[in-house]
């Protein structure tokens, strides 16, 4: 089975511009988390979805946003780009019904650099 | 004060010690994780903990919901073990009808041959 992807793995914005990622999940999986991890703050959930529905989401401003399509995939939109959302952006899926079996498997990453 | 406490922040160890990463939050929760990250950014998901002991080949993770406290332990330490570990903890938000999750700083380990 293949795992999670995600692309771009790596980009390079200037302030001010939009960015699309994007996250194709383990086949059968039916839920994506969105998480951000940088030096001075960690690994900080964004969101989740599930079945097309945002069905949680972290303390965020509304420039970051998502979406999920039918087949699972996903992808972040982050608009008006500042310095400090330079990060890594890791996406992981699940089943998503919850429970001990609901492992997340993490893809790779996307490495975003605002300039 | 932070939700999730990691320590150390930092260990280096022998090849063969038996290593022990601490974790303590101050929320109540659903759930606790444990993940590892290797340079480079991979996060593998180690355990997932409601309650008592999990273990996994040389992984050993425990959980005392009482004291809010979770621990890692690894076995006859080898080098391959060298990542960052990073416990989260997976918590109702205020009404109940959402979770969110909220991770530990990670501990550095380093272990030599």
């Known amino acids: 089975k293949a795992g999670v992807t995600q692309t771009p793995r790596y980009l390079i914005k200037t302030r001010g511009q939009q960015v699309t990622l994007s996250c194709s999940p383990i086949?059968?999986?039916?839920?994506v988390s969105w998480y951000q991890q940088t030096p001075g703050q960690g690994l900080q959930f964004l969101f989740e979805?599930?079945?097309?529905?945002?069905?949680n989401k972290g303390n965020f401003p509304g420039r970051f946003s998502g979406r999920q399509f039918s087949n699972s995939r996903s992808e972040m939109n982050v608009s008006t780009l500042e310095l400090g959302d330079s990060a890594l952006y890791l996406c992981a899926s699940s089943l998503g019904f919850g429970g001990a079996r609901d492992t997340q498997y993490f893809g790779p990453g996307t490495r975003l650099t605002v300039l | 004060k932070n939700e999730v406490e990691q320590s150390p922040q930092n260990l280096t160890a022998q090849e063969g010690e038996f290593i022990t990463i601490n974790c303590s939050y101050s929320?109540?929760?659903?759930?606790l994780h444990w993940l590892q990250q290797h340079p480079g950014g991979g996060i593998v998901s180690l355990f997932m903990l409601s309650s008592g002991k999990k273990k996994h080949g040389r992984l050993i993770a425990t959980i005392n919901i009482q004291e809010k406290h979770s621990s890692l332990h690894i076995t006859a330490s080898h080098p391959r073990d060298s990542a960052v570990y990073i416990c989260a903890v997976r918590s109702w938000t205020s009404g109940g009808s959402n979770y969110k999750l909220t991770f530990g700083k990670g501990t550095l380990l380093t272990v030599n041959p």
């Open positions: 086949s059968g999986h039916r839920s």
């Open positions: 979805y599930f079945s097309e529905t945002q069905r």
């Open positions: 929320v109540g929760i659903s759930a």
